[in-house]
T-cell receptor
Framework: NAGVTQTPKFRILKIGQSMTLQCAQD?????MYWYRQDPGMGLKLIYY???????DKGEVPNGYNVSRSTTEDFPLRLELAAPSQTSVYFC??????????FGPGTRLTVL | GEDVEQSLFLSVREGDSSVINCTYT??????LYWYKQEPGAGLQLLTY?????DMKQDQRLTVLLNKKDKHLSLRIADTQTGDSAIYFC??????????FGAGTTVTVRA
């Protein structure tokens, strides 16, 4: 099992560009999450999903969109990148139990 | 989101015990967690405790929960160099949505 995979590992965007951060899991987990981690701060929940076709906002959803068309994939879309979105993005999945399994992260810089 | 606070840095000598402290604000939290993050990696669940427990021990790890004071601590016995990492305290609700603290960077010195 690969667990939770994220692509790309690193990306630099110009202000106003858009991109999609990919996240996939092969554990057949229903729950998936997107977090961002700013320097010196804890992770903040952006969006989450409790199953295919169902998504909901977390604590900091502005500037992001998600979709969940399959159990395996949970892409995060940035439409108009802003410097405030410079962060490390983590995707996680869970069977709906206690433990969330995290991907290795995507480091995004917006200049 | 709910506030979770923890001290930012801890330096400990190899072989000594480490104690990392955390306070949280949401009295309805169902679970409280400790996650470990090694450089360049994602977070890994270290241990957790149900909110109706006051202590949990797992090998070198001891978690203490004071629900009245909303205080959580993690003790690592016989700290090793491999324990150098960032440790995150988190609280979770019934939907398992997590609120994290800023993380405590633990440095183990020889």
């Amino acid at each position: 099992n690969a667990g939770v995979t994220q692509t790309p590992k690193f990306r630099i965007l110009k202000i106003g560009q858009s991109m999609t951060l990919q996240c996939a899991q092969d554990m057949n987990h229903n729950y998936m999450y997107w977090y961002r981690q700013d320097p010196g701060m804890g992770l903040k929940l952006i969006y989450y999903s409790v199953g295919a076709g169902i998504t909901d906002k977390g604590e900091v959803p502005n500037g992001y969109n998600v979709s969940r068309s399959t159990t395996e994939d949970f892409p995060l879309r940035l439409e108009l990148a802003a410097p405030s979105q410079t962060s490390v993005y983590f995707c996680a999945s869970s069977a709906g139990g206690i433990e969330q399994f995290f991907g290795p992260g995507t480091r995004l810089t917006v200049l | 989101g709910e506030d979770v606070e923890q001290s930012l840095f801890l330096s400990v000598r190899e072989g000594d015990s480490s104690v990392i402290n955390c306070t949280y604000t949401d009295s309805s939290s169902t679970y409280l967690y400790w996650y470990k993050q090694e450089p360049g990696a994602g977070l890994q669940l270290l241990t957790y405790i149900f909110s109706n427990m006051d202590m949990k021990q797992d090998q070198r790890l001891t978690v203490l929960l004071n629900k009245k004071d909303k205080h959580l601590s993690l003790r690592i016995a016989d700290t090793q160099t491999g324990d150098s990492a960032i440790y995150f305290c988190a609280e979770g609700d019934n939907d398992y949505k997590l609120s994290f603290g800023a993380g405590t960077t633990v440095t183990v010195r020889a």
